[in-house]
């Protein structure tokens, strides 16, 4: 079993779009001392990551939903020893996957904004899998998995 020996957090921010409520997230987190932050419900796009990375220090990475629902971020700490190697964004904003390497090990985290619909969410679990095994994730030491599962 690898040692990635380091602390996560999960949360939910029912969205972060006003800089003012970033800022003030961001520094209740850094308050925190996670190494790894898994954010749910950011309501990013693509236009909004740069101003994200200036609040953030550390390396941050998205799942896109829209401006006003769903979207995941994985953020991470400059004091971890880590690498990334691939990221999966999932196109709905429900999941992100991030490969990498954190104190030589090989690692997956997983966050993940399941839909409150059971139709949706059916489905969801099913492309999460699939993803999971397209990306020969079952074949790593560790896999992290957190989030809002809205189950």
């Not at 999932?90 to 954190?102: P, V």
């Not at 095994?133 to 790593?140: A, F, K, N, P, V």
Request: charged residues 25%.
């Amino acid at each position: 079993m690898a040692n990635i020996n380091c602390s996560l957090l999960s949360l939910n921010v029912r969205g972060l779009k006003e800089s003012r409520k970033r800022k003030t997230v961001f520094q209740w987190l850094s308050k925190q001392k996670s190494e790894i932050v898994l954010l749910q419900e950011t309501h990013t796009d693509v236009l909004s990551e740069s101003d994200w990375r200036a609040d953030w220090t550390g390396a941050t990475f998205f799942s896109h939903g829209s401006t006003n629902s769903r979207g995941c971020c994985i953020l991470v700490s400059n004091s971890l020893d880590f690498k990334p190697i691939s990221v999966k964004a999932d196109r709905d904003g429900r999941f992100i996957i991030l490969k990498c390497i954190i104190n030589d090990s090989d690692v997956a985290i997983v966050n993940v904004y399941g839909p409150n619909n059971e139709n949706e969410y059916i489905e969801f679990i099913k492309r999460l899998d699939k993803d999971i095994t397209d990306l020969g994730l079952t074949s790593l030491n560790e896999i992290v998995m957190g989030g809002d599962w809205n189950v």
